[in-house]
């Protein structure tokens, strides 16, 4: 953002990374999300499940305002990223997005070498003093997506050409390239083959241990390897927040239970 308040802040909310009040969104005329209240911790692995269509990447969208690119959506109520809301005036959503990160369902490196995707965001941000700090900027992210020993011999080749589950581990380092606070996931795995899906979600493990990472799953043994926390979403509204483990095990909501259990989907 223009003032940067997001990285000088110092975080003294109760390990809250996001809050969200009373968000609504809309397409026009359609209701996609309705009255969303939720406290999305640092440093954890926060799953959304629920119904196609029930508006999980509607809201995982308006946590980078990526909705602003969508003319017919208006976003109402408050987020906030450790107290400061992002869609204050003052804020730039190119900054914030290069805090908050994310990474989309099919793997879209852009059509640049392996060492150019992961530095694109790094340059546009001004985020090195030189070459040599750049090439540590992106070998640091490659290792962070654990690709590094994959590709160091080969930087300079095209992005496009490695495998699918290679490419996703590429939009990872370069999302995880500008030092974000918090990662959003789209479907990260659902283009990825079961070997590609399990090192993904490993990294997305390791992920945690910097970021708030906010994942959205149509596979609840994904969510449940992979998440601390899981929100149930129905029919645009999220009707069960909590640990994961309670979640699946013993839903408040007769919702929430019935989509667990299989009895909607
Ligand atoms: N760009 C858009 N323009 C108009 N309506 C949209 C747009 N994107 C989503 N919607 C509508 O908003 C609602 C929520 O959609 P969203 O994609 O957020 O759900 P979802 O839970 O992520 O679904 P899925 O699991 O199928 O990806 C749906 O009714 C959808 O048709």
Same mark, same amino acid.
């Given at each position: 953002?223009? *003032?940067?308040?997001?990285?000088?802040?110092?975080?003294?909310?109760?390990?809250?990374?996001?809050?969200?009040?009373?968000? !609504?969104?809309?397409?026009? *005329?359609?209701?996609?999300?309705?009255?969303?209240?939720? *406290?999305?911790?640092?440093? &954890?692995?926060?799953?959304?499940? /629920?119904?196609?269509? %029930? /508006?999980?990447?509607?809201?995982?969208? %308006?946590?980078?305002?990526?909705?602003? &690119?969508?003319?017919?959506?208006?976003? $109402?109520?408050?987020?906030?990223?450790?107290?400061?809301?992002?869609?204050?005036?003052?804020? *730039? +959503?190119?900054?914030?997005?290069?805090?908050? /990160?994310?990474?989309? !369902?099919?793997?879209?490196?852009?059509?640049?070498s392996i060492y150019d995707n992961v530095a694109y965001g790094p340059r546009i941000h001004g985020l090195a003093k030189d070459k040599a700090d750049l090439d540590g900027i992106v070998e640091s992210a490659l290792r962070r997506?654990?690709?590094w020993? $994959?590709v160091k011999d080969?930087l300079t #080749? +095209?992005?496009?050409?490695?495998?699918? /589950?290679?490419? !996703?581990?590429? %939009?990872?380092a370069r999302?995880v390239a500008t030092s +974000?606070?918090?990662?959003?996931?789209? $479907?990260? %795995?659902? #283009?990825?083959? +079961?070997?590609?899906?399990?090192?993904?979600?490993?990294?997305? @493990?390791?992920?945690? #241990?910097?970021?708030?990472?906010?994942?959205? &799953? @149509?596979?609840?043994?994904?969510?449940?390897?992979?998440?601390?926390?899981? #929100?149930?979403?129905?029919?645009? $509204?999220?009707?069960?927040?909590?640990?994961?483990?309670?979640?699946?095990?013993?839903?408040?909501?007769?919702?929430?239970?019935?989509?667990? &259990?299989?009895?909607?989907?």
């Open positions: 953002m223009n *003032d940067m308040r997001l990285t000088e802040r110092a975080v003294d909310n109760n390990g809250t990374k996001i809050r969200a009040k009373g968000v !609504q969104v809309y397409y026009g *005329d359609t209701h996609a999300i309705k009255n969303v209240d939720v *406290d999305i911790a640092d440093k &954890t692995v926060t799953a959304f499940i /629920g119904p196609s269509g %029930c /508006g999980k990447s509607t809201f995982l969208r %308006c946590i980078n305002r990526m909705n602003d &690119t969508i003319s017919v959506a208006r976003v $109402e109520g408050d987020i906030l990223i450790d107290g400061e809301d992002i869609y204050d005036k003052r804020v *730039d +959503p190119v900054q914030l997005r290069a805090k908050v /990160g994310m990474v989309f !369902q099919k793997p879209n490196p852009f059509p640049k997506a654990a690709l020993d $994959e080969r #080749a +095209p992005g496009t050409g490695l495998s699918g /589950g290679q490419q !996703q581990r590429l %939009c990872i999302a +974000p606070e918090v990662l959003l996931m789209d $479907e990260p %795995c659902s #283009a990825l083959d +079961p070997i590609a899906t399990d090192q993904v979600e490993n990294l997305i @493990h390791e992920l945690r #241990a910097n970021y708030s990472v906010v994942i959205v &799953t @149509h596979s609840m043994s994904q969510a449940s390897r992979v998440s601390q926390k899981t #929100a149930y979403f129905h029919l645009g $509204e999220m009707v069960e927040y909590g640990d994961t483990g309670d979640i699946f095990t013993n839903p408040k909501d007769e919702r929430t239970e019935n989509y667990i &259990t299989g009895r909607i989907g």
